[in-house]
């Protein structure tokens, strides 16, 4: 059985920072590329950031230089660092595994 399962969300004001996890099982995580997207209210979801099996990352224009997406192996586990978080970021972040598997999502709320 596949199971994402995304932590980390919260309530921070403008500035803060946050780090979201997403513990991965039931897929070969060492050969699987992650993502992470998000979704604001009245939006379609859209992608945040990429790390692929060999380690490229990309980003979306509008969090470059802020988040960081990474992962680790032996934890099984990818992780979305984000730093000088935007009210603009808002939204629920979701992890996507081998570009099909989902998880249920994390809140992240900025306040100005």
């Known amino acids: 059985q596949v199971q994402l399962v995304e932590s980390g969300g919260g309530l921070v004001q403008a500035g803060e920072s946050l780090r979201l996890s997403c513990v991965v099982s039931?897929?070969?995580?060492?050969?699987?590329?992650m993502d992470w997207y998000r979704q604001a209210p009245g939006q379609q979801r859209a992608l945040v950031a990429t790390i692929t099996v060999t380690g490229n990352t990309d980003y979306a224009d509008s969090v470059k230089g802020r988040f960081t997406i990474s992962k680790d192996n032996a934890k099984r586990t990818v992780y979305l660092q984000m730093n000088s978080l935007k009210p603009e970021d808002t939204a629920v972040y979701y992890c996507?595994?081998?570009?099909?598997?989902w998880g249920q999502g994390t809140q992240v709320t900025v306040s100005s």
């Open positions: 039931g897929i070969p995580f060492s050969f699987a590329t």
């Open positions: 996507r595994g081998q570009r099909r598997y």
